[in-house]
């Protein structure tokens, strides 16, 4: 396989994990500036 495909296949999973959560109702985050964390996850408090 291909370097690249590696990593299309890496953010593919990220996009995945973040949908799901999203879908679960957390809001999801991706840093501006890489130090190791891949993600940011919090769970908000819905207002009606």
Known sequence: MKK?????LGKAGHLTVMSEFLTRGWNVAIPEVDIGDDIFVVQDVMEL
Do not use: G, S, T, V
Not at 4 to 8: A, D, K, S, T
């Open 4 to 8: 690249n495909y590696n990593l299309y």
